[in-house]
């Protein structure tokens, strides 16, 4: 009886490996195709012919989705977690759901960490010095003397971290135990490296979030139709028109040898055809869309502010007067078996749109910061270089946004250990057993 208990455990475990598996990948290559379409409508139209610039475009394109759609799912990974424990609170005898236990969330955080790594320290210097790289001179070029300049730039780059990391540990502890800890390498210095990019993450979120926040309704104001109230479209537009015909009769009649003013000509020709668009899309819109949409827009974008300032303001308030408040990283009681939110499940999908208002108000307020400006990917018209760089910036926002969620009270989640993951397993394959 015993051997027959040893060999179903390990049937179980075997299955259940399985299925966590199965369950990450359909996960991730959805990301995966979504985050393909996406980088595929912002980038530049190249040309079909396969040469060897394609070919290194092909590979920076893939290793790029790859990142993105590792960003997609570190941003999506709480928002399921919270998701996760409402349903297995709501639901605890459901054989239906018994797939959704703690050993699954724990695997998806651990594969959202390692390959965050992975994309920050090794696939994205490689697609960035890949797509650099023209080979070393007096070797045959081609894809492999691109590829041997990459990995010695990789190389050199990484000799040239771990050479600063280990000199500042040097100078700052000043013993004899500094200069020999490079062999805490994978250890220390590899963990400490991250959770430094992760502190900077916050801080650019938390630079970002603000300047979003604030930002948000200009933009939201761009895209939604805004209602006419004393105007007349009517007559904005015949202005307008009439605008654009002058403009192209004193194009037509200057010569080519004036590049200076034509360029200027073409420019304002540009922005009136832009400012003509946006007035007939407003005329062609309903009035459902004018007097309704924008409102409640601006009405719904003006409550989800209040409260996330509300919140962060109550949580700083908690942190500066009771010491045990703070996140010391202490085990929570785990997936499935409490509720995050006093509110319960109402509490938890406020706490979801919170978080994800918080991610889109951050990347806003990144895009319109002065110094990343030049970051805006256009559609059908941005180089991989600028993509890379996009996916990188992502990637370090997304990598912190649970820490900043955390830190500002957003969220009440914590992660178990692997025993109590096992002691929530043991239901389901009772379950199971009962089912069968």
Known sequence: M??????SAREQHFHSQVRESTICFLLFAILYIVSYFIITRYKRKSDEQEDEDAIVNRISLFLSTFTLAVSAGAVLLLPFSIISNEILLSFPQNYYIQWLNGSLIHGLWNLASLFSNLCLFVLMPFAFFFLESEGFAGLKKGIRARILETLVMLILLALLILGIVWVASALIDN?????????????????????????MG?????????????????????LLVKPTILEDLDEQIYIITLEEEALQRRLNGLSSSVEHNITEL?????????????????????AWERNLVYPAVMVLLLIETSISVLLVACNILCLLIDETAMPKGTRGPGIGNASLSAFGFVGAALEIILIFYLMVSSVVGFYSLRFFGNFIPKKDDTTMTKIIGNCVS??????????????LGLHKLHLSDTSRDSETAKPSANGHQKAL
């Open 175 to 199: 013993d004899a135990a500094s200069m020999e800890s490079l062999y805490d390498l994978w250890e220390f210095y590899l963990p400490y490296l991250y959770s430094c990019i992760s502190l």
């Open 2 to 7: 015993e051997g027959q208990d040893e060999v």
């Open 266 to 286: 073409e420019q304002e020709l540009d922005n009136v055809k832009t400012l003509k668009t946006k007035l007939e899309r407003r005329k062609k819109a309903s």
């Open 394 to 407: 992502i990637l370090v926002l997304s990598s912190a946004l649970p820490v900043m969620s955390r830190t």
């Open 202 to 222: 916050c801080l650019l979120l938390l630079l970002c979030t603000p300047v979003g926040l604030s930002r948000m309704f200009t933009v939201m104001g761009q």
